[in-house]
């Protein structure tokens, strides 16, 4: 898409670029301004949809040549605009602080309308988490970079969440793995890309580890996912383009088990560079998913189907060490370590060795020496581990 409203389409060979081409196949002209997006149809081929400064959107049909659809509504400057995951919707993201999403092939006019971004730059818009939301990148009125999402059912509610980000005067560029709900952003001039997982619930984002690199990059693209190195847990590949070179950057999930294929971060994945519908088909009406196809090479098996390990001895939660005893538990145990500290009742007592005092000394009067003594040993026998306990556990209960 240029500045002179034209839309040039290019073939390029199967192999790559073997020698310069200075023609195009073919040019759309529609639009009378210049042309802000262009992106293709996930599923259906040779159908491509385009924004202007003209505030109109148009769908090409590139087999005909020409416009087939065009969209009104807009009021100010088109920023983004993305195709529902099954190509039937079309979200945008408008200057005038609307996002809106279109039935093309029903009406020119929007099905749904709802806030956008306060901010009066860039944004960026996209469908996640299955189509179900709209992820919004923008920036608020303070110029502050942030993210919002939509539910894509009622727009008219407004943002169900909304994260800041940071201050810059650069816009994001989203990008969105269906597979694994990784969203990645990244802007021109930064050193800096934000990741996070989006869930379907709350808390809807979960901030992941950021990349961050010395010099600063010019823009990322991302590869298909069968170019990914699935045995070393490669989720996403791209290439970094950089002031005066192209760098590829690996994100890989940290697995003790790699030489299992790990199936619950390599689903079944869209083979989207194959179309599942012709142009025709789709303006009249149908919708069709592409074909998926299995990630796990033939020598690997999948970590689900993992022998299992022998199970490991278990310890109690930390909960049950931690959890309030109730009064009597406490007094049950300190009784408990008393008797046992005081010990057996036949063990011999310490005096029970000395010399100079005959058995039968024990059993005399009530008012000599010896009574004294026997009181003793009887204290130390039935006192000691009844009477006393007695008098301990009053003490215990009234201090508890």
Request: proline share 6%; glycine share 6%.
């Amino acid at each position: 898409g240029g500045e002179d409203g034209r839309i040039k389409v290019w073939i390029i060979p199967q192999g790559g670029l073997k020698e310069t081409f200075s023609d195009p196949h073919s040019v759309l002209i529609g639009h009378n301004e210049r042309i802000y997006t262009v992106r293709f149809h996930p599923c259906a081929s040779d159908i491509l949809v385009s924004s202007s400064y003209d505030m109109t959107v148009r769908v090409w049909n590139l087999q005909a040549g020409r416009n087939v659809l065009t969209l009104e509504g807009h009021k100010d400057q088109i920023f983004s605009l993305a195709w529902s995951p099954d190509g039937k919707y079309l979200a945008t993201c408008c200057k005038d602080q609307r996002i809106r999403i279109y039935d093309p092939r029903v009406s020119n006019s929007p099905k749904q309308e709802g806030a956008g971004p306060e901010g009066a730059r860039g944004a960026r818009i996209l469908w996640v988490c299955d189509g179900k939301y709209l992820l919004v990148s923008g920036f608020d009125s303070r110029s502050e970079r942030q993210l919002t999402l939509h539910n894509a059912e009622n727009l008219s509610q407004g943002p169900i969440t909304t994260i800041s980000l940071d201050v810059s005067p650069s816009t994001l560029i989203p990008h969105y793995d269906q597979d694994t709900g990784l969203l990645l952003l990244a802007g021109k001039g930064d050193t800096r890309s934000f990741m996070y997982e989006v869930m379907a619930e709350s808390p809807y984002f979960l901030e992941c580890n950021n990349f961050v690199t010395g010099d600063p990059h010019k823009g990322l693209q991302y590869l298909r996912k069968t170019d990914c190195a699935v045995r070393e847990v490669e989720v996403l590949h791209a290439l970094r383009l950089c002031t005066s070179s192209l760098e590829p950057v690996a994100f890989c999930v940290p697995r003790v088990k790699k030489e299992f294929f790990q199936d619950d971060v390599f689903p079944p994945t869209r083979v989207t560079w194959e179309p599942a519908l012709s142009a025709a088909e789709w303006l009249s009406g149908k919708d069709k998913q592409q074909r998926t196809v299995n990630l796990c090479p033939a020598d690997m098996t999948p970590v689900s189907q993992a022998p299992k390990e022998a199970p490991s001895k278990k310890y109690a939660p930390s909960s049950v060490y931690l959890q309030e005893k109730t009064d009597e538990q406490k007094k049950e145990e300190l009784l408990n370590a008393m008797v046992a500290k005081l010990g057996n009742r036949d063990d011999p007592l310490p005096q029970d060795a000395f010399e100079g005092v005959d058995e039968d000394e024990w059993v005399s009067g009530f008012n000599d020496q010896t009574c004294r003594l026997k009181c003793y040993r009887d204290w130390s026998r039935y006192l000691n581990l009844h009477e006393y306990i007695h008098d301990i556990s009053q003490y215990i209960t009234s201090s508890v």
